[in-house]
């Protein structure tokens, strides 16, 4: 059975994005970033709710051709094109980049996902994560928690139906002062 990671960058009142879906607040180090490059390629699948994928899709299919791209930014876009994704939308109809779409039942998608006998998968999207949560799918959460208070916009957890017991399994500080914790869904 795969393991499911939901992790993102947030703030510390816990929003992964301002009003306005403003993530301007969110420029991590060049050892941050290379953390989070580094979770990409050791992911077999990723999973995206639309709103994350259409901010992913509109930047890093080209990430590694700006004129400013760093090397580390050159890297994740390549490792982002050619990962296997999968979104989960009803609104659209067309993904590129590796990537399907599925338009129907999130949850049964995950669940019969997570039961292949494959590498971990990463899930991404407050709204998508949410449900996954809701369901029990979670295995993993790291949260990259930047020092900012932004006072509202969307939120890195879902409201749940019930408790989920966690145990911390890592931290770690990063450059201006981000806290990475990773905490384990205790079954």
């Known amino acids: ?8 960058n947030l703030t510390l009142d816990g929003y992964i ?8 607040w969110s420029a991590p180090s060049d050892e941050l970033f290379q953390f989070w490059s580094d979770q990409l390629q050791a992911t077999d699948l990723s999973l995206y709710g639309r709103k994350l994928w259409q901010t992913m899709s509109s930047y890093w299919p080209t990430g590694d051709q700006q004129p400013n791209a760093t090397p580390a930014e050159s890297e994740f876009a390549r490792r982002w094109r050619d990962m296997s994704k999968v979104v989960f939308s009803s609104t659209i109809d067309k993904v590129d980049w590796n990537t399907r779409l599925v338009t129907g ?4 998608e995950i669940t019969r996902l997570k039961a292949e006998d494959r590498g971990p998968m990463d899930i991404g999207g407050a709204t998508l994560a949410g449900a996954a949560m809701r ?9 990259a928690t930047a020092p900012v208070l932004v006072g509202g916009g969307t939120l890195f957890f879902a409201a749940l ?9 890592e931290t770690r500080t990063f450059p201006g002062g981000v806290v990475l914790t990773r905490y384990e869904t205790r079954r």
Do not use: F, Q
Request: charged share 25%; net charge negative; proline share 3%.
């Open 161 to 169: 139906d019930s408790w989920v017991n966690l145990k911390l399994v």
């Open 105 to 108: 039942e999130a949850v049964a």
């Open 17 to 24: 994005a301002a009003p306005g879906d403003d993530i301007g």
């Open 135 to 143: 369901a029990g799918l979670i295995d993993e959460y790291v949260l």
């Open 1 to 8: 059975m795969r393991k499911l990671i939901y992790g993102m």
